[in-house]
């Protein structure tokens, strides 16, 4: 037994049928068997045709190839029952992202003498690389960054004004379209202050955050209120959240869920890769904390 044969043998042992459609292609032939000639079908396929498709109806099936069943999956089980969804919607969809654009963007950060590549900590969350959760001491370049940074001196300044124990800081609002928030703020985006400590004027706390495709996108609140007017999608609808090495597989779950219910789909989500999934850091700030 050579490998093409074993190789179908535990294809037969394992994996659903696969049936290649035939019909008998002369003039009496009608449109509608026409139309199903040359489509693989699985046994499991809730659109796989039962012949006799009509009275006299010649049509048969033979047993699919491996190869013509790997090949028609996507395009019979997924692709074809797309387009009669799509073409309802997509001149609505189309014209409803285009009022997007009529709303102002949040400018982009402002260049700051940061000790940290800020650029480079993004290439990690986006590539998935690095520790997860990952910590940062007091003496990093990026929790010095953080100690410097204009979300910080505005945590300060509420502090001052309140006297109340920061809980963190939100980028949200108008002041992100103002210019003044640098690489710090647009990585980090809102993040939270946990265990502050102030004694003799010296502040030590953590600032927790976690990246992922909702703060990777790094949208205002007012920006994102004008996608859900226009759309009427949360940002949330847009983009995916998921645990590192589960992005992709989360997005084609979420936006295509007939897709989990075709015969071998589990082990294909597996191997799909994954980008920008969420990325834990702990940062050790000790600062002054004076006015």
Known sequence: MDLNELTQKLSDALLPKYWYFVAEKDGDCCEKCRRFDGKVFSDEDPAKPELPIHPNCRCSWRKATIKESAEAMIEVNIINRIPSYISERLDTVVKNVKN??????????????????????????????????????????????????????????????????????????????????????????????????????????????????????????????????????????????????????????KYFPKASKIPGSGYILKLLPSYGGNWEQYYEIRMEWKK
């Open 100 to 253: 997007i654009y009529q709303f102002k963007v949040p400018k982009p950060p402002r260049l700051t003498d940061n000790k940290a590549n800020w650029l480079h900590m993004t290439w990690m969350w986006f590539f998935e690389q690095g520790k997860n959760p990952i910590y940062f001491d007091c003496k990093s370049p990026e929790s010095q960054d953080i100690a410097n940074s204009y979300s910080m001196k505005e945590v300060k300044k509420e502090y001052f004004k309140t006297g109340k124990i920061p809980t963190g800081w939100s980028f949200i609002g108008p002041k992100t379209a103002t210019g003044n928030l640098g690489e710090v703020e647009w990585f980090i985006g809102t993040y939270s202050i946990r265990n502050f400590k102030l004694e003799n004027g010296i502040a030590t706390f953590t600032v927790y955050n976690k990246s992922g495709w909702h703060s990777g996108t790094r949208l205002s609140k007012s920006w994102t209120d004008a996608i859900k007017e226009k759309t009427s999608y949360e940002i949330f609808d847009l983009v995916t959240d998921a645990p590192r090495g589960e992005v992709i597989k989360t997005k084609i779950e």
